[in-house]
């Protein structure tokens, strides 16, 4: 037969006031049985005998009581919501970004709080306008929460991004640039570009093809037709006036006609005339070497003299007529003479600055570049090259394996023709 | 001893021997200035050094770590800055988490024998705040002693002030306080922890995806960095950025790392970032990196470390040499450019002018050695001491090529791959095991198997390696969490993501020294389940790990010019085609496991795999034991267990007893060596 289990005995006074002390000291609320173990050391008592005073103190009004979907109720003599609401505004206020509520509980920790609970908190004062609610910037991710308006924030950061754009971009380069601290849609930042555009600070430059999204820059059209004209010659050798136009896509003849006369009357390019089977004007950052259009001249004036002296004409006659001819032509002879020096007459000292302006301060310059815009026959340039690096002005850089490259890419690489390639040069006197 | 041996600086943490100040004086003097800008602006900025291979760059890194090391306690008045070298042998995913790793090792290392860079930020947010006068660090130790809970107010008024999330202002009081250091530590580099050592830290940890980990790296970086603050700059190195490469030409690996550099210019406002790469490598990193990070990299230029014109190799030999005493030095032939001969001076800069260091000190060391062999001779014989040891060799070119009277360079191979198998070996840990798999591995699979392709798939961000043969593709995942929740939240979203079948073989790799605990019943079915859809299970050993992390770190150092044999430049090529020749079979069968090429991996694994965790989590709390004992742990009959020892006799070994014992294969290991 089963025994009858005995009622239980109300908790004494001193219980009830040991019980009260200990919640009030609590740092959160808490459950019956979480209770009766703190008190267990001085006051014998049960879950089962707690619970009814627990919720006679909550109907009174003494505590207040927490119920949980999952759990059993849990009790504190303070408000939890109003004291999470004011560590949570008091959080937002300190915040340097919008923050979701699960962040916002890690920042007002010991108090606990769940993350529906924070969520319906925020949502409370985003109703009484106190804060402001922001998408995520996943699809997966949790709204966020902030006191301030990041229009004026966003404003702000695509103009500073802007400003320090070094070629021409579209909205949507400069989304990704940003440093605002909630991503910005790509339509928020066209329409401060817009805007930017209509007050005169940046300038439209058109898209790289006709289905390209429209541009933006500090610079306008023309700055970036010059930049790109220059680019291609110093990077790929003299360029014809088809193959320049391709490199400054977006814009129309007129502007390109316009950029190429600017840089022509600031001496930043040279016209270089026809050669041999090219009908075709090139342009070059440095006048033209004239020694391929006076070959056939050479030619012919080798024969000439050949004849001449063996029809016994004296030398000395033939050189008086020969300097009278290129005087004709517009070569004085007062001035200095070539010297002997076998160095092509090229400075590759300046054109290393000239292609590299981290060069004087150290930079690398390639082979490979410097060789394009020096126009040298390779042996000339090798030797060139060498010469400096003896004479202490150039530090060559050796390549380790070059043996496995191809030999176009060594041909690129100046040698020694004793095995050694070197990939590139440092100015020494710097 | 020879002055002319060390050639090679292997870690700007090393002492440094001699050093002629003004070799790359310039660049020297770029990086200080770049500190200075970086105090001054408190904007972030970058640096780029470049320079062939045995240019000195690791020499100079030494030499700014070495000037940057506080010479005195901190105080306030005085400016100090935090250095951190960070040599890239990993993979491009993981480079954030390689990134906080050796900042962390670094910041606890102790400078110069006294306190941990660690311990001078926390001086100087003190120094900020604190309002008594005199000796920070005897006022350190007074609070220490003898007021904690003031100490504690004033950790919390820099922890508000810096606005420190919890974990981090956590983490700060643990350091000033001095406790749970090791955890810490851990916590601190990544490593993932043991539920009981979180609590006991009162640290969280959410380990997440592969992609999310390294985001909580870069940010864990990022805070790092703000809480040392703008008047402590950091210099941030970057070494040996080729190794980065997963094969020849890779385009991603300098692409992530120029986002990372990037960030850390952008991020941050007090950081001096300095990269350093071989000259050859440099067109390729500024074509491959995106412009806007490149710009960045060097937005304190770009700048040359030259080789050595004929003054300075003097003063290198000059400064070698004086390392001998006066009595030494009487004995030393006083011709300038000793130990080579003038004519063969001379003939060094014929050429172009110059020679790299570790070139000279190379000849000039096997000049000393031939030199110190004669001496030796004569003074036995009674002869005088030669002035020039044998007549030399032309040194004309730079890449290794072999001489009869050089050892040859495969002697060379065997020795560095067997030292290094025996370093990797004796500093192994399990923490860095995904480390040495997920940068290791596709190395080692372009060796073996070379027609197998590394491919990506962003869909599986749990898979860290995907191989693409003609059969399929091979998945790998990385299962060496210590904390059972992450390792159990890791298997179960890697079961979904093997579910959708883009993968037609799933290869998860443990690490025997970190098994499933024994209350880690989900884990141990989530592997179960896995198995059971056909994934294999496996557990290198650490003679494999070792000798994978051997390999990694020789293919990097070859790839950044840091593997030389008689002062030459040794090629990855040449490297990699010794290796093929002299792979372990430790090493051939982790491949053919991975890829399937063999039954081995498929025929032990499904059934045996809970046995073999079970046995690893007995072994770790009691390393030898009887065998009869651990029947009864496991609740197998002994012969089963007898049968699972002899099946692994990689992991397990049984003496025959009575009584027999069981022990683990790498106790039997490292008791035999």
Request: glycine share 6%; net charge negative; with cysteine.
């Amino acid at each position: 037969m089963a025994t009858k289990k005995a009622p239980l005995l109300p908790p004494s006074a001193e219980t009830r006031e040991a019980l009260l002390q200990i919640i009030r000291s609590s740092q959160e609320p808490l459950a019956a049985k979480a209770l009766a173990t703190l008190l267990a050391d001085a006051h014998t008592v049960s879950e089962a005998q707690l619970t009814p005073l627990l919720e006679e103190l909550a109907t009174t009004g003494v505590l207040q009581k927490y119920s949980a979907a999952k759990g059993k109720p849990r009790y504190w003599d303070r408000d939890l919501r109003t004291l999470a609401r004011a560590s949570i505004l008091q959080a937002i206020q300190t915040a340097s970004a919008p923050l979701t509520a699960k962040e916002l509980i890690g920042k007002i920790l010991p108090l606990k709080v769940s993350e529906a609970e924070a969520t319906e908190i925020l949502q409370a004062e985003v109703a009484g306008k106190s804060l402001l609610i922001f998408p995520p910037a996943k699809a997966t991710g949790k709204p966020l929460y902030w006191d301030r308006d990041l229009r004026t924030l966003g404003r702000t950061a695509v103009l500073e991004a802007a400003q320090q754009a070094d070629e021409p971009f579209t909205a949507k380069d400069l989304t990704g640039r940003l440093k605002a601290p909630l991503k910005l849609a790509e339509a928020d930042v066209a329409a401060v570009l817009d805007e930017s555009v209509a007050a005169g600070t940046l300038h439209p430059i058109p898209g790289t093809t006709a289905k390209s999204k429209p541009r933006f820059w500090t610079h306008d059209v023309l700055e970036l037709g010059c930049r790109a004209t220059l680019r291609a010659i110093n990077t790929k050798g003299p360029q014809t006036l088809a193959n320049l136009k391709k490199e400054m896509k977006g814009l129309n003849d007129k502007q390109i006609q316009h950029v190429i006369s600017s840089l022509q009357a600031k001496s930043e390019i040279a016209v270089h005339p026809p050669l041999g089977s090219t009908k075709h004007e090139v342009y070059g950052t440095r006048p033209p070497a004239p020694a391929p259009y006076l070959k056939d001249v050479g030619t012919q004036l080798n024969k000439v003299v050949t004849l001449l002296k063996s029809a016994r004409v004296p030398v000395e006659e033939l050189r008086r007529v020969l300097v009278q001819l290129l005087e004709e032509a517009g070569i004085s002879f007062g001035g200095n003479s070539v010297p002997a020096n076998s160095l092509p007459a090229v400075d590759l000292v300046s054109l290393i600055k000239r292609i590299e302006p981290g060069a004087e301060r150290g930079a690398l310059v390639g082979a490979r570049d410097l060789r394009r815009v020096a126009q040298l026959a390779k042996p000339d340039f090798d030797h060139a090259v060498l010469e400096l690096a003896r004479q202490g002005q150039l530090s060559l850089h050796r390549h380790d394996y070059a043996t496995s490259l191809s030999q176009v890419e060594r041909d690129e690489l100046v040698t020694d023709g004793d095995g050694t390639f070197y990939v590139g040069m440092a100015l020494r006197s710097r | 001893m020879n002055p002319f041996r060390s050639g090679i600086v292997a870690s700007p943490w090393e002492s440094t021997v001699v050093d002629v100040n003004t070799i790359h004086h310039e660049v020297f003097e770029q990086c200080l200035q770049g500190i200075q800008q970086v105090r001054a602006t408190q904007r972030s900025a970058g640096l780029l050094i470049h320079g062939e291979a045995g240019s000195g760059k690791t020499h100079l890194l030494r030499r700014l770590r070495s000037h940057l090391a506080p010479q005195a306690p901190s105080a306030t008045d005085r400016d100090e800055c935090l250095y951190v070298w960070v040599r890239l042998q990993t993979s491009p995913r993981m480079i954030w988490r390689t990134l906080r790793r050796t900042l962390v090792d670094d910041w606890f290392r102790p400078v110069s024998g006294m306190n941990s860079q660690f311990q001078r930020i926390l001086f100087h947010r003190f120094a900020e705040i604190r309002t008594a006068e005199g000796d920070l660090e005897r006022w350190y130790d007074y609070m220490l002693e003898n007021d904690r809970p003031g100490l504690k107010d004033l950790l919390d008024r820099i922890a508000d002030a810096l606005d420190l999330d919890r974990n981090t202002a956590v983490a700060f009081e643990h350091i000033a306080f001095g406790r749970h250091v090791r955890d810490l530590r851990a916590w601190l580099s990544g490593d993932s922890l043991p539920e009981a050592a979180l609590v006991r830290m009162d640290l969280a940890q959410d380990e997440g995806t592969d992609e999310e980990r390294e985001d909580q790296s870069r940010q864990i970086v990022l805070m790092l960095c703000r809480l040392a603050g703008n008047g402590l700059p950091i210099v941030i190195s970057f070494d040996q950025v080729e190794a980065l490469q997963m094969s020849p030409g890779d385009r991603d690996a300098l692409f992530s790392f120029g986002q990372v550099t990037s960030t850390l210019h952008d991020s941050t406002t007090n950081v001096l970032i300095v990269s350093c790469v071989q000259s050859v490598f440099v067109a390729e990193l500024r074509d491959h990196a995106r412009r806007a990070d490149y710009d960045r990299m060097t937005s304190l230029g770009a700048w040359s470390l030259d080789p050595l014109n004929r003054d300075q190799a003097l003063q290198l030999i000059q400064a070698r040499l004086s390392q001998f005493s006066d009595a030494e030095m009487s004995k030393i032939p006083t011709t300038a450019g000793w130990p080579l001969a003038p004519a063969a001076f001379d003939e060094l800069f014929a050429k172009d002018g110059s020679i790299p260091p570790r070139q000279l000190l190379s000849l000039c060391a096997e000049r000393f050695e031939a030199w110190l062999k004669q001496s030796r001779k004569n003074a036995t014989s009674g002869n005088a001491v030669p002035s020039d040891p044998t007549p030399e060799t032309s040194p004309t070119t730079n890449a290794v090529e072999e001489s009869p009277a050089r050892p040859a360079v495969a002697t060379f191979f065997k020795e560095k791959w067997a030292a290094a198998i025996e370093e990797k070996h004796a500093s192994s840990t399990p923490e860095r095991t995904e480390e040495i798999i997920r940068h290791g591995l596709p190395m080692l699979v372009r060796l073996v198997a070379a027609e197998t392709k590394l491919v990506t798939d962003d869909l599986l961000p749990d898979v860290s390696l995907v191989f693409e043969t003609e059969s399929g593709r091979t998945g790998i995942s990385l299962c060496t969490q210590a904390n059972m929740n992450s390792l159990s939240a890791r298997l179960k979203r890697l079961k979904t993501q093997f579910s959708t079948e883009r993968l037609q073989r799933l290869v998860v790799i443990r690490d025997s020294r970190i098994p499933i605990s024994a209350t880690a019943k989900k884990s141990q079915q989530l592997l179960d389940e896995l198995e059971q859809q056909q994934a294999v299970v496996l557990h290198p050993t650490m003679e494999v790990l070792a000798a994978l992390d051997a390999l990694r770190d020789l293919l990097s150092d070859a790839k950044s010019g840091n593997l030389s044999w008689h002062g030459g430049t040794i090629l990855p090529q040449t490297l990699e085609e010794w290796l093929v020749g002299n792979l372990t079979d430790g090493l051939r069968d982790l491949v053919d496991q991975v890829l399937g090429n063999n039954s081995k991996a498929a025929g032990k694994g499904a059934s045996d795999t809970r046995d073999v965790e079970a046995l690893n989590t007995l072994l770790a709390t009691r390393p030898v034991l009887q065998l009869d004992e651990a029947a009864e742990a496991l609740n197998r009959p002994i012969e089963t267990v007898t049968s699972l020892a002899e099946r692994y006799p990689d992991q397990f070994r049984v003496l025959n007893g009575p009584p027999a014992t069981l022990f683990r294969a790498e106790e039997a290991a490292s008791q035999h060596s």
